[in-house]
T-cell receptor, first 113, second 112 residues
Framework: AQSVAQPEDQVNVAEGNPLTVKCTYS??????LFWYVQYPNRGLQFLLK??????LVKGSYGFEAEFNKSQTSFHLKKPSALVSDSALYFC???????????FGAGTRLFVKA | GAGVSQSPSNKVTEKGKDVELRCDPI?????LYWYRQSLGQGLEFLIY????????KSGLPSDRFSAERTGGSVSTLTIQRTQQEDSAVYLC??????????FGPGTRLTVL
């Protein structure tokens, strides 16, 4: 069965510093991996995805994520955090055979000015 | 274009009552998903529909929960005999492929 783990409930980072939000997954076969963001009082928004190809994926708002098959990880990164990046981030995985998508528990990112 | 819409935005009901939550997906999207987000929790998969295929109901927490999708478009999630633990935000999403999902604003359900 598919599963996603986001080991950190919360990540704190100072504005201008690099940020990493961790995600590991378990799925049969090749994974489809996603990151979504939920800003306060707003709906979930797509950030980026890995389907195939380059292990480094670039997405919206300057975010990127690196797919590491051997470590079954898909960590979200940004070189320089902004206060406006403060939000709830969800990692998700989908089995390539179907549509069912499993989301992680979410990681709350706080960026301090 | 229009995004995913959900109604009502808020629903307060009494324990034991039935509720219906509606989702209007993006036109042309063949896949539709329902999730539940409890306070401080992640997204819990409930059910998805894909075209004319049988829905994947593996996430429905009990037989009090059911969903249907009429004409490959609008979907209704029904919760019978609501319990306080059903209180949550119910999110709907649609997609045009097994790929990026577009989420609606959610329905906040409060069971008193």
């Amino acid at each position: 069965a598919q599963s996603v783990a986001q080991p950190e409930d919360q990540v704190n980072v100072a504005e201008g510093n690099p940020l990493t939000v961790k995600c590991t997954y378990s799925v049969s076969g090749n994974p489809y991996l996603f990151w979504y963001v939920q800003y306060p009082n707003r709906g979930l928004q797509f950030l980026l995805k890995y389907i195939t190809g380059d292990n480094l994926v670039k997405g919206s708002y300057g975010f990127e994520a690196e797919f590491n098959k051997s470590q079954t990880s898909f960590h979200l990164k940004k070189p320089s955090a902004l206060v406006s990046d403060s939000a709830l981030y969800f990692c998700a995985v989908r089995d390539y055979r179907g549509f069912k998508t499993i989301f992680g528990a979410g990681t709350r990112l706080f960026v301090k000015a | 274009g229009a995004g995913v819409s959900q109604s009502p935005s808020n629903k307060v009901t009494e324990k034991g009552k039935d509720v219906e939550l509606r989702c209007d997906p993006i036109s042309g999207h063949t896949a539709l998903y329902w999730y539940r987000q409890s306070l401080g929790q992640g997204l819990e998969f409930l059910i998805y529909f894909q075209g004319n295929s049988a829905p994947d109901k593996s996430g429905l927490p009990s037989d009090r929960f059911s969903a249907e999708r009429t004409g490959g478009s609008v979907s209704t999630l029904t919760i019978q005999r609501t319990q306080q633990e059903d209180s949550a935000v119910y999110l709907c999403a649609s997609s045009s492929s097994p790929d990026t999902q577009y989420f609606g604003p959610g329905t906040r359900l409060t069971v008193l």
